[in-house]
């Protein structure tokens, strides 16, 4: 790497993503309750949300993992779009049918606007879903030679 394309930031992981939500209580009963997630509030307005798992005594503990930081606002300004949603994996296709059917019967609770059928797409098999805070999630299964690490691992395959 030459000193024109050095990167002047040398980060050591990608650490945190940021969604707005209206209601801070509805989010957090969903990212808890239909997203099995792990959630603390260390401020008013402000949540952090993680798997579950790598709390002191957990399986994960010491690893390192992504922080989703949640903060309300009074309205949603910019809604979000499909194509930027936040995804979760699930250990098999039966878990994607099952999320699907828990998420349906959960909605009015969870605060979800719509759920999309489970199908096959960008080499997945996922449901997709939104909020009423405009916020889309994915869950899905990847064989596991899709899976990130392993796409991953390949390399560029098309670059110039």
């Known amino acids: 790497m030459d000193v024109q394309t050095r990167p002047r930031v040398n980060p050591v992981s990608l650490i945190a993503g940021t969604l707005l939500t209206t209601d801070m209580g509805r989010c957090r009963r969903m990212l ?5 997630m792990e959630c603390v509030e260390p401020e008013k307005g402000r949540l ?12 994960k503990h010491g690893q390192p993992y992504w922080l989703l ?12 779009e499909m194509l ?15 999320a699907y059917e828990k998420l349906n019967a959960r909605k ?19 449901v997709y879903f939104v909020d009423r805070d405009s916020n889309w ?24």
């Open 32 to 36: 808890e309750g239909a997203l099995g």
């Open 69 to 80: 930081e949640v903060r309300e606002t009074p309205e949603i300004v910019v809604p979000q």
């Open 108 to 126: 009015e609770e969870f605060g979800i606007a719509r759920v999309q059928k489970p199908r096959f797409r960008n080499g997945s098999y996922a």
């Open 137 to 160: 999630w994915e869950v899905e299964y990847r064989a596991p030679d899709l899976v990130y690490t392993s796409l991953r691992e390949k390399g560029d395959q098309f670059h110039d």
């Open 48 to 59: 952090l949300a993680r798997d579950r798992g790598h709390g002191k005594g957990g399986p």
């Open 84 to 98: 930027n949603h936040w995804g979760v994996a699930c250990p098999s296709q039966a878990a994607v049918d099952e």
